[in-house]
């Protein structure tokens, strides 16, 4: 069963600073890599996703991810974050294939600072 | 062309009360996933749903909670006897026939308070 590892529980940065949200994942198949990020009181919106191809994903907002399979990793960057990226950013995995459920991450919250 | 639709927003039960929790999936949509939110834990999945068959309910409890997407009408996550842990955020999402790699597209989610 795979199974999904966001290390940080927040990140607090300065505005237009960079940022990088890590994510690991374990899986004994091929995935599919998810990022959404959920603003407050709404449901959680993709941000990015990995099916094939090109390890560096770009996805909405200036965000982008690079998937690493030697190190099961789908870590998410943006080299410049605004105010309005607060949030709180969930990694997904499922299995290739078949039919399964998609597992998410526990959430990493995203503080930017003035 | 709306989106997935949750209802009601916000539900308040007592101890011992049945919640039952409806999600329209976006049209088109025929893959139904119900996640629990509580604070510090991220979504849990709870179950995945098409129409009129359950795929996997690997994560719902074994009693109280039960699940359908019927042929017609929205998806329904019912909880019988609801107890203070129930209290949560309920998040449905949904995904159109081409599978796991088709994203999903949540609703706005019901906020369960049990009292």
């Known amino acids: 069963a795979q199974s999904v590892t966001q290390l940080d529980s927040q990140v607090p940065v300065f505005e237009e600073a960079p940022v990088e949200l890590r994510c690991n994942y374990s899986?004994?198949?091929?995935?599919?890599l998810f990022w959404y990020v959920q603003y407050p009181n709404q449901g959680l919106q993709l941000l990015l996703k990995y099916l094939s191809g090109s390890t560096l994903v770009k996805g909405i907002n200036g965000f982008e991810a690079e998937f690493n399979k030697s190190q099961t990793s789908f870590h998410l960057r943006k080299p410049s974050v605004h105010i309005s990226d607060t949030a709180e950013y969930f990694c997904?995995?499922?299995?290739?294939?078949?039919?399964?459920?998609?597992?998410f991450g526990k959430g990493t919250r995203l503080h930017i600072l003035p | 062309n709306a989106g997935v639709m949750q209802n009601p927003r916000h539900l308040v039960r007592r101890r011992g009360q049945e919640a039952r929790l409806r999600c329209s999936p976006m049209?088109?949509?025929?893959?139904v996933y119900w996640y629990r939110q509580l604070p510090e834990e991220g979504l849990k999945f709870m179950v995945y749903?098409?129409?009129?068959?359950?795929?996997?309910e690997s994560g719902m409890p074994k009693e109280r909670f039960s699940a359908e997407f019927p042929k017609e009408g929205p998806s329904i996550l019912r909880i019988q006897q609801v107890v203070r842990g129930d209290s949560a955020a309920y998040f449905c999402?949904?995904?159109?026939?081409?599978?796991?790699?088709?994203?999903?597209?949540f609703g706005n989610g019901t906020r369960l308070t049990v009292t």
């Open positions: 999402a949904s995904s159109p026939p081409g599978g796991k790699n088709s994203p999903l597209h």
């Open positions: 049209k088109g949509h025929s893959h």
């Open positions: 749903l098409q129409k009129e068959n359950i795929i996997d």
């Open positions: 997904a995995v499922s299995d290739q294939g078949r039919d399964d459920k998609i597992i």
């Open positions: 899986s004994s198949v091929s995935v599919y």
